[in-house]
């Protein structure tokens, strides 16, 4: 056990990449929301991408290292310090046994990650170390006094490309989906182009859109068929919720739409109130 959580914050669990291939029994893919960001910390500290990292919540994490260990910072940008000194995120710094690593509150976006090296070895369940907010499968998010063991560690590489691709503009690109005839054609042109504001109740089972609603073509509702990461269902209100990693497996709700895999990672970066574009392809 080399770690020792001093302060979780408000919200900090243990991600992978997800676990696949059991939504049809219910349980979501989960892992990180920011993928690239994970990644990214994982590639600093010589791990595999596929390894556990911790993922923070607008607040941050204070933890204690009981051994000599390596870690990086990437994702939401935020003040990181050991024993009290800053040392700069996106980068590989290893500490003493017994230092202290706190990483800060989001100054922009919302979720850090946070690697070691040999990754967080706590036990997988089906297949992985991600935790799952809606069903509550996997580690249980961090609590005072927990200690986190670590895997043996790799070697980091000799060079890093620091950056990770992101779209500063926020457009977010939809492709009509299963149920796309739930909208006619006139609803699809105005949604084209619409800007919506991120809804104070988004969370990483899904990004609610506060804006333009968007009208039914369809009366009623259907029975429940299975949605995906990327999802775009509309309720009654016709205000969009885009589904993240730990989205339900299925849903009553028209799926209008899929977002494009490659916009999904600033989606877990978005906090209330931000504003996106929509793009109708």
Partial sequence: MILEVIDPGPLTTIQDLGRFGWAHLGVPRAGALDRAAARLANRLVGNAPEHAVLETTMGGVTLLARRAVTFAVTGAQAEVRVDGRPVHSGLPVTVRAGARIHVGPA???????????????????????????LAWIGPPPLACGQLLPLGPRGHPPAAVDVSVPRSHDHVMTWRRGPRHDWVDDGAWRALDGAEYAVGQHSDRIGLRLVGHAVPRAVSGELASEGVVTGGVQLP???????????????????????????????????RPGDRVTIRVR
């Avoid at 730990?246 to 494009?260: E, F, Q, R, S, W």
């Fill in 107 to 133: 100054r922009s976006g919302v979720r850090s990650y946070v690697a070691f090296a040999g990754g967080l070895a706590v036990e997988p369940v089906l297949g992985s170390r991600s935790t799952d907010t």
């Fill in 236 to 270: 009654p209100s016709g205000h969009p919720v885009v589904f993240l990693a730990d989205h339900p497996t299925t849903g009553g709700y028209p799926v209008i739409a899929l977002v494009d895999d490659a916009d999904l990672d600033w989606c877990g970066q978005l």
